[in-house]
């Protein structure tokens, strides 16, 4: 059988804590309080977090973070752990974004401390891989998502609380989505080095999102591939109706 579909709309840097409580009761208009094929959820900045969590009240949406740092508290000006999240109503958190990765520095070692971290305090993690155009040009798409998948997952045990985001760099934000195949075949290969990591049936209760462009107008053929498991949902969740379009196709 498949595995049950998960949608999460990636905010961003978007939205004041005033529009976000806005976008989430749209959602929820958009969508219904009750539906129930597939599991949903949204991930506005910190600052709001809690009016979000607010609003979604009595819904059965889930409530994300975007990132969160690998110690509980101290000396880290900047930064808010997974604890704190908690406390805000989070139930998940976005891990190694390639926004992260790319604009801040984010190394495997440095994703796979946070993962770590945010599932021991009882975060589900989605964990995001992806190559660049010029890794994908140079052909090299299949070693740099390995690399990023064995490096973030290093050590950890248990992967019941996780989601691997697939995201190609080069699909995020510009239009341009991979085709239904090519994330299929990346989404096939992740779950296959997952299975050399944990076995075969730990693999195939992962769910792996495809992100980059998704679309109310992709989003049927995308998620209708075998290894494709739902949406990480950028510009198109910033739309109640589109991000409603987006949730109709996976549930
Ligand atoms: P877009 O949907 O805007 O391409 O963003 C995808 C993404 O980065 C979600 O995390």
């Known amino acids: 059988m498949k595995r049950r579909n998960i949608v999460a709309g990636n905010w961003k840097m978007n939205l004041t804590v005033a529009e ?9 208009s958009e969508i219904g309080a009750g539906f129930s094929g597939c599991d ?14 607010k609003a979604l009240d ?6 994300a973070a975007q990132n969160c740092h690998f110690e509980n508290e101290g000396a880290y000006t900047g930064e808010i752990s997974a604890r704190m999240l908690l406390a805000a109503g989070c139930s998940y958190v976005i891990i190694g974004h390639s926004e992260r990765r790319q604009l801040f520095g984010e190394t495997d070692a440095i994703v796979n401390r946070k993962v770590a971290k945010a599932l021991q305090d009882g ?10 155009l010029d890794e994908r040009e140079s052909g090299i798409t299949g070693d740099v998502v390995t690399r990023q998948v ?3 997952l290093a050590g950890i045990d248990g992967i019941g609380d ?9 699909a995020i934000g510009t239009g341009k ?33 495809y992100g980059g462009s998704v679309k109310p107008s992709n989003a049927v053929e995308l998620f209708a591939m ?5 949406g990480l949902i950028g510009g198109a969740s910033l739309n109640a109706a589109d991000f409603a379009a987006i949730v109709k196709a996976a549930c």
């Open 58 to 63: 009595s819904s059965s949406l889930f409530l």
């Open 20 to 28: 976000s409580r806005e976008l989430a009761v749209a959602v929820l």
């Open 177 to 209: 989505t991979a085709t239904s195949e090519q994330a299929q075949e990346v989404h096939a290969l992740i779950r296959g080095t997952v299975a050399e990591l944990y076995g075969a049936e730990a693999a195939d209760g992962l769910r792996i999102q």
């Open 226 to 230: 075998p290894d494709i498991d739902g």
């Open 162 to 170: 996780l989601v691997i985001a697939y995201e190609p760099v080069w």
């Open 123 to 132: 975060l589900k993690v989605i964990f995001c891989v992806g190559e660049t």
């Open 150 to 152: 064995k490096g973030g």
């Open 40 to 53: 949903v959820g949204v991930a506005p900045t910190f600052v709001a977090l809690t009016e979000t969590a």
